[in-house]
């Protein structure tokens, strides 16, 4: 991705943004809970909510390469759970809604939602299965004007916060249990409607500050311009979600492992053992140079993924090339960085330990490891 002087300037930007309105992230961390809504007032009064949508959707209209600088910025922040959390709402939810939603949802999730004053999930992962979509059993049963929705999911970034979800189902009529992609449809659901259930994960291994809940649906009744694109394109729309969602954790995950690497060289270059620098014992430095040339690497590539997406062609594969490559040079980084830090990094309870915590994260959200490696074989094995 070629970047110009002006997204540089965005990048200034958007980063002193980022400083003031993420200030308290250490403090969200402990406390396990951050403000979200009151978060996404203030970053969608700057307008970062809605950067790549149309201006006629209440977005800024602008090119890919700007949502790549924003991923890397919030790499930037000193824990995970803003970033995990902004993905969702604006990569991920917002593109898709912009996207492929009737007038009726531009107005009534769209545009609130790219002030800040809306809070959207994505709800795919059922409690049956994340990593096959043959597990999703979550149905939407049109009735006249309207869908009603059956079934739970679990695991979702923002599950217990959310104003909304977009929900993977299918749809289907009462009496058929439909298994196959073709039924497979995505549909808006507001979480304040009678017969939605949530419930917050308490404790969890990393991105404390990131709201996780499951969510149930039960005779949830919602309009039929809710459900997004045309009947039978909800697989397209999902393969289309998951492409720009790997791309920007392959953007955000590249940064965090700069960052953990930084420390761990930092680290390195003051502590002595046995007369000597630790980045002098060649067991360090060899280690922290083979994760700076694969994360020269990896930058490179994940750059190429965002151009091809601003250039409209397909990235699946190379989106999720980039997602395993970037999360596990991420975890590799984290490692090295704990590594050097000693009995410190494992006693502090400070960004050491927790760059570990947060980085486990990449091996499953947005798609687990084996996963990827599944979607990756399937094009080695296949004509394309
Ligand atoms: C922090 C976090 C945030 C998340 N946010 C969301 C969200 O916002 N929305 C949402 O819908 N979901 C979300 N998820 C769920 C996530 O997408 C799933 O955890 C993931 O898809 C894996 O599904 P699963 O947990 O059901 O594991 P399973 O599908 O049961 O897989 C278990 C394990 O099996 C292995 N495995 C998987 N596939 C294969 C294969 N083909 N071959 C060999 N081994 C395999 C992997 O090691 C995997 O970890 C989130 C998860 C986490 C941890």
Request: net charge negative; glycine share 12%.
């Amino acid at each position: 991705m070629r970047l110009t002087r002006q997204h540089e300037l965005f990048r200034t930007s958007v980063r002193s943004v980022l400083e003031r309105e993420c200030a308290a992230v250490d403090e969200w961390e402990r406390a396990g809970a951050m403000p979200v809504h009151e978060l996404y007032r203030g970053l969608g009064g700057e307008g970062l909510l809605g950067l790549t949508l149309p201006a006629g959707h209440g977005g800024l209209g602008l090119d890919l390469g700007y949502s790549y600088v924003w991923a890397q910025e919030l790499g930037r922040l000193a824990a995970g759970s803003p970033a995990m959390s902004l993905s969702v709402q604006t990569d991920i939810v917002l593109p898709l809604l912009s996207a492929a939603g009737s007038g009726r949802v531009v107005e009534e999730f769209v545009r609130p939602a790219v002030r800040g004053e809306r809070v959207a999930a994505l709800a795919a992962t059922e409690p049956g299965g994340g990593s096959d979509l043959a597990a999703v059993r979550t149905t939407a049963v049109p009735d006249g004007d309207e869908v009603v929705l059956d079934g739970r999911k679990a695991y979702i970034t923002h599950g217990s916060v959310a104003d909304f979800a977009v929900v993977l189902c299918h749809l289907t009529a009462a009496d058929t249990a439909a298994t196959g992609l073709d039924s497979l449809a995505l549909v808006v659901v507001p979480a304040d409607l009678p017969g939605v259930v949530r419930e917050r994960y308490g404790a969890k291994l990393g991105n404390r500050a990131c709201d996780h809940g499951s969510l149930e649906f039960t005779g949830v009744r919602v309009p039929r311009e809710y459900v997004l694109g045309e009947p039978g394109t909800g697989y397209e729309w999902l393969s289309r979600v998951f492409t720009r969602e790997r791309a920007f954790l392959a953007a955000v995950a590249a940064v965090r492992a700069q960052r953990a690497l930084a420390g761990a060289l930092g680290r390195a270059r003051e502590r002595g053992v046995l007369g000597r620098r630790l980045a002098e014992h060649q067991a360090v430095s060899f280690a922290l140079a083979e994760l700076d040339a694969e994360l020269a690497l990896v930058e490179q590539y994940t750059g190429e993924v965002f151009r091809l997406l601003q250039e409209d062609r397909p990235a699946l594969r190379q989106a999720s090339i980039a997602k395993l490559r970037a999360t596990r040079l991420e975890r590799e980084a984290a490692e090295a960085q704990l590594r050097v830090h000693g009995g410190e990094g494992y006693l502090d309870g400070g960004p050491v330990e927790r760059a570990w915590r947060d980085a486990r994260a990449g091996a499953l959200a947005g798609g687990a490891d084996e996963a990827l490696l599944h979607l990756i074989t399937a094009y080695l094995t296949t004509d394309h």
